[in-house]
């Protein structure tokens, strides 16, 4: 489903990755794991073509997103969910419609956006919550409601970079147990993190990233670095 | 396509409504920037409204010798007021100059004796003449200088007020040449002021745009709302512009009045009321469109 054929980049002179090449098959629950400047983050932005690769080529089903040009962009971007480590929610905008923004970009009906958005809500636990702003909710709260958007529109893959970086505990756990669960509904995952326990409790396919290089990559993988 | 624009626009105004601050903030700017435009805009009315009262003020007249018959002089007169250089022709016979003469001269009783004794009339007919232009004047009084006319010619008042006009035609033409170059330099200080203003709005709302553009919005589907939201400002800053000079012409039309002779501010304001909030209302809007949308192209590069 997703395939890095020797994928580098660099930043003016600084090798963010280096010769990746890797895939990813469709309903697999992968985590990247490395130290900050590892290079997670950078493989992440590249899969939404947040920043292109300076050699290589990528593809999501069998689609070089590497020779998309600008105004594709927003399409390929509905086909995954993105969640990140400081949620990124639309500071002016409640929690349900964050939700029903991804929506209303596709230009879904408003009914269907209604509808949808209570019952995602009610997914990850907030339908209480929908009127409230985001400065209004705590962390965990907040990114449960960035999991609502990325889900909404029912991506083929979400892609979480540090989703529990700013969490404490109890909404890390509250956050993972969210994603094994979408995993269980047969959406790919690919999870970014430097938390030890998370990956050593998940036992998916992990995959350790060092300074831009892939150096390990395991089923039922553990933390080592 | 038409649920897009209803949607844009409802983000928009959510936009203008939930960044209260940034918003009042960025209309109260465009209305001292449009507050600018307005004002050049009258001051412009004024100076115009000056210099078309002194340039009536400017006028040649042609004496003609006593007897000459009033044909002719009509005859003349028809043919001056044919020259498109010629704003008017009066003619004013023998009698009607013995009459304002008298007229002027009501308080002084030595000047009706005077005339009293001489028991005839000394005063000569004429044509008063005013030109489109006061430098047209030469060219008009050379065509009634010529051979045809010498004999029933008495004498032409323009060489006497010659310097006077060339005077008054420098000064109202340096005074429409400073109306323009200051007009246009505030001008651009008040489009720079507004531009720079809806920048930094759209600076500090920098981030959501990126955040749009990674949930999958296309550039038409983040850009609109923000070009709606500048609409708006135009819009709001146009009506607060219109509705505040309104009180402010009201009190000082009156001293203007005094100082600028012919010039109506507030009777000028009232009947072109509409006219004038359409002008500022343009404008408003434009800068607030144009602005948003140079403003944000950097930001949708994500």
Known sequence: ?225 | MFTTAQRVIKHGFQHVWRNTWLSAATILVMVLALSMVLGLLLLSVLTEAVIVNLENKVDVSAYFVSGTPEEEIQSIRNELAARSDVRSVVYVSENEALERFRERHKEDPIVAQVLEELGENPLEASLNIKAKDPEQFAAIVRSLESEQYASIMSKVNFYENQSVITALTSVTSAIRKIGFFLSAVLSVIAVLVSFNTIHMAIYTLREEVGIMKLVGATNWFVRGPFLAAGAFYGLAASVVTIALFYPFVTLVGPYVGGFFPGADLLAYYQVNFFLLWLIVFVIGVALGVIGSFVAIRKYLKI
């Open chain 1, 1 to 225: 489903m997703i395939k890095f054929n020797d994928v580098s980049k660099a930043y003016n002179s600084h090798c963010a990755l280096d010769s990746v090449t890797l895939a990813i098959g469709k309903g697999e629950f992968v985590s990247i794991v490395g130290q900050s400047g590892a290079g997670k983050s950078t493989l992440l932005k590249l899969l939404i073509a947040e920043e292109r690769p300076t050699t290589g080529t990528i593809f999501l089903n069998d689609e070089d997103i590497t020779a998309l040009p600008h105004n594709e962009l927003p399409f390929l971007r509905r086909k995954i969910g993105t969640i990140f480590q400081d949620f990124k929610l639309l500071p002016h905008k409640t929690a349900s419609e964050n939700v029903a923004f991804a929506m209303e970009v596709v230009g879904r009906e408003k009914k269907e956006i209604q509808e949808d958005v209570m019952s995602i809500l009610e997914l990850v636990g907030l339908e209480q919550k929908a009127k409230q702003f985001p400065h209004e909710l705590s962390g965990g709260e907040q990114q449960r409601v960035a999991i609502a958007r990325a889900l909404v529109h029912q991506p083929d893959i979400i892609i979480a970079d540090e989703p529990t970086g700013n969490l404490d505990p109890l909404s890390t756990w509250d956050i993972i147990r969210l994603l094994m669960k979408i995993h269980e509904l047969g959406t790919t995952i690919i999870l970014a993190t430097h938390d030890r326990e998370i990956i050593n409790t998940l036992s998916k396919r992990v995959i350790s990233l060092d300074r831009g290089k892939v150096v390990r990559d395991e089923q039922n993988g553990r933390y080592i670095l």
